[in-house]
T-cell receptor, first 119, second 110 residues
């Protein structure tokens, strides 16, 4: 089955530093990957959609310069939280949509998530 | 944008009991997805419903789609502690991006 690996699962960093989170589709090619942020006891909030080889599309209210997304290949997307601050502490989850999927089917495969704590 | 409202927000049931979770959309549903999340982990895909009246089952979990009501329900029969977690419904918006409801936190007491 489709597997998405997200790394690291947990990261603690100092305020002002940058943190990179990787999202890899292990056994399929993903034309589109999504990045979500989840606050405690809240649902997933879509941050951005990244398509391989093009710029990411950010949701309203999400700072592009703060959350850099790169989707350089069909199996890898990265989210870099730049100049992290304590309010960036959250649970970040990526998901991937298989390339050439059946029309109308939007079944996504999710990574296990990355918990970021900014001190 | 499409909004999904889930109810209840949380649910505590005794093991063996049946339960239902609802998901109502503010717009027409073209595809409705149910996921389960254990706290602090990623999401596991449960089922996808695309046609009005469609009903799917996976083990003891059944989901239905009422297209006219723009609503889907997830029903668990004879709940077990392994069913505990957060259930999220998701739907495609106009841009084919998936939006999620706020989730229903299920606790099953042994």
């Amino acid at each position: 089955g489709a597997v998405v690996s997200q790394h690291p699962s947990r990261v603690i960093c100092k305020s002002g530093t940058s943190v990179k989170i990787e999202c890899r589709s292990l056994d399929f090619q993903a034309t589109t990957m999504f990045w979500y942020r989840q606050f405690p006891k809240k649902s997933l909030m879509l941050m951005a959609t990244s398509n391989e080889g093009s710029k990411a599309t950010y949701e309203q209210g999400v700072e592009k310069d703060k959350f850099l997304i790169n989707h350089a290949s069909l199996t890898l997307s990265t989210l870099t939280v730049t100049s992290a601050h304590p309010e960036d502490s959250s649970f970040y989850i990526c998901s991937a949509r298989r390339a050439g999927g059946r029309s109308g089917a939007n079944v996504l495969t999710f990574g296990a998530g990355s918990r970021l704590t900014v001190l | 944008s499409q909004e999904l409202e889930q109810s209840p927000q949380s649910l505590i049931v005794q093991e063996g009991k049946n339960l239902t979770i609802n998901c109502t959309s503010s717009k027409t549903l073209y595809g409705l997805y149910w996921y389960k999340q254990k706290y602090g982990e990623g999401l596991i895909f449960l089922m996808m419903l695309q046609k009005g009246g469609e009903e799917k089952s996976h083990e003891k979990i059944t989901a239905k789609l009422d297209e006219k009501k723009q609503q889907s329900s997830l029903h668990i029969t004879a709940s077990q502690p392994s069913h505990a977690g957060i259930y999220l419904c998701g739907a495609d918006d106009n841009n084919n991006d998936m939006r999620f409801g706020a989730g229903t936190r299920l606790t099953v007491k042994p």
